[in-house]
């Protein structure tokens, strides 16, 4: 069974600096898709970043890149230029591919609070 | 468009009670999610609805737990008889296809079972 684990419960990063959240995923499969969700407080959970596995290049959207090293089952999130909005719940995913029907069951990662200080 | 919307945003039962959870996904979203997150764990798949049918609810914990989706558009979920390991936070996502498209979350219905 796939799963995913997120080893940084909290994290605190200065506004204007970067972080970076960590995330390692154990899985046999060759083809899956991996995703960063940021949860503000009391707030829907949105798509941050998305990434197929057999694509070798980093996906990046603005501030929020990614550092996927398939080998070693990482998928890392990194945020630069740290803005007090990115103050949230960071959750890292797991989903199969799409082959045979298969759904969006997404297998979520425990979280990592990330505080930006003024 | 009206993103995803879940009744009630908290809700605070005693041991032994009945709640029911609604989901509203965004309309034209055959395909609807519930997933729990409980405490300080990590967030869980329960259950998969397209349309009015379930497709996959192999992550319903027991059979306290009945979702039904009538009529394909919103969705209910009700705890009978709450226990207090059913305490967290009810997510609630739709999309549009099942794979491909975008997973558009609700805000989550904090459950307390005391």
């Known amino acids: 069974a796939q799963t995913v684990t997120q080893s940084q419960p909290e994290m605190s990063v200065q506004e204007a600096e970067t972080v970076t959240l960590s995330c390692t995923y154990d899985t046999s499969e060759s083809d899956y898709y991996l995703f960063w969700y940021k949860q503000p407080p009391s707030r829907q959970m949105i798509l941050v970043i998305r990434?197929?596995?057999?694509?070798?290049q980093n996906a990046t959207e603005n501030r929020f890149s990614v550092n996927f090293q398939k080998a070693a089952k990482s998928f890392s999130l990194k945020i630069s230029d740290s803005q007090l909005g990115d103050a949230a719940m960071y959750f890292c995913?797991?989903?199969?591919?799409?082959?045979?029907?298969?759904?969006?069951?997404?297998?979520f990662g425990t979280g990592t609070l990330l505080a930006v200080q003024p | 468009e009206a993103g995803v919307t879940q009744f009630p945003s908290h809700s605070v039962i005693e041991k032994g009670q009945t709640v029911t959870l609604r989901c509203d996904p965004i309309s034209g979203h055959d395909n609807l999610y519930w997933y729990r997150r409980v405490m300080g764990k990590e967030i869980k798949f329960l259950l998969h609805f397209v349309k009015e049918s379930k497709q996959d609810e192999s992550g319903m914990p027991n059979n306290r737990f009945l979702a039904e989706r009538t009529g394909g558009t919103y969705s209910t979920l009700k705890v009978q008889p709450a226990e207090l390991e059913d305490s967290g936070v009810y997510f609630c996502?739709?999309?549009?296809?099942?794979?491909?498209?975008?997973?558009?979350f609700g805000n989550g219905t904090r459950l307390t079972v005391t």
């Open positions: 996502a739709s999309s549009q296809y099942k794979g491909t498209s975008p997973l558009h």
């Open positions: 990434q197929e596995a057999y694509k070798q």
């Open positions: 995913a797991y989903r199969r591919t799409n082959y045979g029907g298969a759904t969006n069951k997404l297998i």
